[in-house]
């Protein structure tokens, strides 16, 4: 048949889990799946009982120089393309059901009959484990996927014949029939396997195994846990030392329950028949010893290139890893700059906001939040504020006089005036058009009065020079108020600051007046 030739990948050993045999679900094929499990397990049964209802125990076979029957067991080959194809536990059930009825049926104790039923998943078992760690393609269609499918199935089957201890021990059999059946019974196992199981798999195992794969989740190659590997290994190597201590064991018992040679006759046949068992033994462990090479360099190329390409996708990993935090990086340091500048730009505004743009001194509103506060601390500290208001004197005239232009070189030599002739502490804002608002912490009347007299006198002597044009004789009048004696709030000081003020320009202009005169 032409089959579309799938990965190896697809043709490994990958269990199906069990729950889907009672997961809900409208698939048709796991509908499929089901059904023939269910007639599988039946199968198994009815096959396990008729065995021994027909009193069938094989083929004579004379190997390793005891009389056999190579013990042929239908189920096993039913159970072992299960447990292959779709999973351990899908033919592992029914291979202990079978073989439980059966042990029932021939009179076996139900106490050793539940343990003796045990032997087949245990061979099953070292199947499984087995193709899960070498990950090599189940179907023997390969010589290397043949060489491994053999010793595999040698080695379950020493596992899978452990069960032959139980019946010769339950059967009450001699050490001659004992060896006799342990040789019958794994030879069986392995035989039935190698010429029923191995070319079915070979046929039909692609096509169910692509189904199969089909139902599973796509997955890399995953490493196995140590543990796994470990018990592996040790499954392998312990079932080639059960093998060659049982046979040896057996085979000792047999030959002491047999008679002493009487006679020449006798010695050559003892002679012969250990002569036959050594051969056996040894062509068995020579193919034993290849088998095992071959599967630890497969073992060993399939896991470093496991490890390889892991190391691989790692580097790669990594390297992006590397170049996403340089990217990170940059994005950060992009982040930080754009912050600082929102943090400049922030500042500008605040500042912008409190600040005259024309003479660059505290606005109004900066006033009206800044003066309350200043009035606070000095309450607390028990000290004095004073608060001027300052008018320039005929303003009006500059402008028409000199032009806007001149009038705002004015107020702007006005207030570097003011700011050159206030101490740290102090306060200066521009309050409307032409008029000024100082805030003095600390100074009284008299101080405040000395203070404007001398800004008079500089102003006074200012030379203000704009397109060729020169200004200077210029004066102003202030009001004076002094916290906490003219007003104990902004607004009061103010007013009183202001009345003053009206007064001084009323009396002439060119002077300053004090709130508490009025
Ligand atoms: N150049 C200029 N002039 C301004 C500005 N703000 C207000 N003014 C002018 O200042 C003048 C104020 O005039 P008035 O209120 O009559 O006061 P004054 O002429 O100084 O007279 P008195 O205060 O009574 O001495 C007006 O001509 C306003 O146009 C400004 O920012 N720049």
Excluded at 368 to 380: C, G, I, N, T, V
Excluded at 407 to 423: E, M, N
């Amino acid at each position: 048949m032409a089959l579309p030739p799938p990965s190896p990948h697809v043709l490994r050993y990958r269990p199906l889990p069990l729950s889907l045999l009672w997961r809900r679900h409208g698939d048709q094929t796991l509908t499929g799946l089901r059904l023939a499990w269910w007639v599988s397990l039946a199968a198994s049964v009815l096959l396990g009982l008729a065995t021994v209802a027909f009193g069938w125990s094989g083929l004579s076979l004379r190997f390793g120089g005891a009389n056999l029957h190579l013990t042929v067991y239908p189920p096993l080959t039913l159970c072992t393309l299960w447990v292959l194809c779709v999973g351990f536990w899908w033919g592992a059930i029914p291979a202990y059901l079978a073989t439980l009825l059966l042990a029932l049926q021939a009179g076996m104790a139900p106490e050793w009959a539940v343990v003796f039923a045990l032997s087949n998943p245990l061979g099953y078992f070292v199947l499984a484990v087995a193709y899960r760690a070498v990950q090599m393609p189940v179907p023997p269609r390969t010589g290397s996927a043949v060489l491994f499918f053999v010793a595999v199935a040698f080695i379950a089957s020493v596992f899978g014949a452990t069960g032959s201890f139980i019946w010769s021990y339950t059967g009450q059999v001699g050490p001659e029939a004992a060896f006799a059946i342990w040789q019958g019974w794994w030879l069986g196992s392995f035989l039935q396997t190698l010429v029923f199981v191995g070319p079915l798999l070979a046929w039909l195992g692609p096509q169910a195994m692509v189904w199969r794969d089909a139902q599973l989740p796509r997955h890399a190659d995953q490493l196995l846990p140590r543990w796994q590997l470990f018990a592996a290994s040790l499954l392998g190597v312990g079932g080639v030392l059960i093998f060659l201590w049982l046979s040896f064991h057996l085979g000792r018992g047999a030959w002491s329950a047999l008679p002493a040679p009487t006679s020449a006759d006798d010695a050559r046949r003892l002679l012969q028949l250990v002569n036959e068992y050594t051969l056996a033994v040894y062509w068995i462990i020579t193919v034993l010893t290849l088998a095992v090479l071959f599967l630890g360099h497969h073992f060993f190329t399939h896991w470093t290139g496991a490890l390889e390409r892991a190391r691989e996708r790692t580097a790669v990993e990594r390297d992006l890893a590397v170049q996403r935090h340089h990217e990170a990086e940059l994005a950060r340091q992009e982040l930080a700059a754009r912050i600082e500048e929102i943090q400049l730009l922030q500042a500008q505004l605040r500042e912008q906001a409190v600040r005259d743009p024309l003479t660059g001194l505290y606005n109004r509103r900066h006033l009206q939040d800044a003066l309350p506060r200043e009035l606070k601390r000095a309450h607390r500290a028990g000290a004095q504020v004073a608060v001027v208001v300052m008018d320039l004197d005929h303003f009006k005239r500059v402008n028409d006089e000199h032009g806007h232009a001149m009038g705002d070189h004015v107020l702007q030599a006005v207030a570097d005036l003011l700011q050159a002739q206030t101490r740290a502490g102090d306060f200066c804002a521009r309050y409307g058009g032409e008029e000024f608002c100082l805030v003095l912490p600390g100074a009284s009347a008299s101080q405040t009065v000395a203070r404007l007299h001398l800004l008079q006198q500089t102003y006074a002597e200012l030379c203000v020079e704009h397109s060729g044009t020169r200004l200077n004789g210029l004066g102003f009048s202030a009001g004076v108020a002094v916290y906490p004696q003219d007003g104990d709030n902004d607004s009061a000081l103010l007013n009183a600051a202001d009345n003053a003020l009206y007064r001084a320009k009323a009396e002439g202009r060119n002077r300053i007046c004090l709130a508490a005169k009025a």
